[in-house]
């Protein structure tokens, strides 16, 4: 089925770096969603995106909904310990299938001190 | 104050056996979804009800069957379990506000689910 290519699929920092992941598609997605999973938790939203070029903050995160609305990307800015985790970005067409979230394969990350 | 829960959060079962994991939200959302997140941590869609009526089945063996009392629970049954299908499920549950505005998925804490 339809998936999209997140990247990259881990990432090792120092404190204080800042940090950018991405995800892609063939397809055209109308929304896209950015989800963090800690360890033995669920994912939690961080960021939705609904307008193509819509560029969205969230405290240190900030995420952007790409132009042709094939992509979008994810940046933590000034990273600390508790950043630590898998970042999933999430998609969804519209019409019929809209209720339908299509997942990349998550970014795990990972935050030296 | 839990907004989606699931029982039980481990799960731990010989092959061949029949296992139920229980869902429920307390959010007021129309629709639920159950997940699955395998080793590799990929999240796949299994199965999603809105107002208790079927609106996503995915390829899933029929040994899986979700079941919807009401729109705050959605159970999962799983018949003659097998290896292959330990991994951890996730609950979640949404709302269509208006036509194009969602609240968007609210997942539970997930059930590790170990067959031996």
């Known amino acids: 089925g339809q998936q999209l290519n997140q990247s990259p699929q881990s990432m090792f920092i120092q404190e204080g770096e800042d940090v950018s992941m991405n995800c892609t598609s063939s397809?055209?997605?109308?929304?896209w969603l950015w989800y963090k999973q800690d360890p033995g938790e669920g994912p939690v939203l961080l960021i939705a995106l609904y307008k193509a070029g819509e560029l969205t903050s969230n405290g240190r995160l900030t995420a952007q909904f790409g132009i042709t609305r094939k992509d979008s990307f994810l940046n933590i800015s000034a990273s600390i310990p508790s950043d630590v985790g898998i970042y999933f970005c999430?998609?969804?067409?519209?019409?019929?299938?809209?209720?339908?979230?299509?997942f990349g394969k998550g970014t795990l990350l990972t935050v030296n001190p | 104050d839990t907004a989606v829960s699931q029982t039980p959060k481990y799960l731990v079962t010989q092959m061949g056996n029949d296992k139920s994991i229980k869902c429920e939200q307390n959010?007021?959302?129309?629709?639920m979804y159950w997940y699955k997140q395998d080793s590799k941590k990929f999240l796949k869609i299994m199965f999603s009800?809105?107002?208790?009526?079927?609106?996503i089945n995915e390829t899933v063996p029929n040994r899986f069957s979700p079941k919807s009392p009401d729109k705050a629970h959605l159970n999962l049954h799983i018949n003659s379990l097998e290896l292959g299908d330990s991994a951890v499920y996730f609950c979640?549950?949404?709302?269509?506000?208006?036509?194009?505005?969602?609240?968007?998925?609210?997942f539970g804490p997930g059930t590790r689910l170990t067959v031996l």
């Open positions: 999430a998609g969804r067409k519209s019409g019929g299938s809209n209720y339908k979230l299509t």
């Open positions: 979640a549950s949404s709302q269509v506000v208006q036509r194009g505005s969602y609240n968007e998925q609210f």
């Open positions: 009800y809105n107002n208790k009526e079927l609106i």
């Open positions: 959010l007021g959302h129309d629709t």
């Open positions: 397809s055209i997605f109308n929304t």
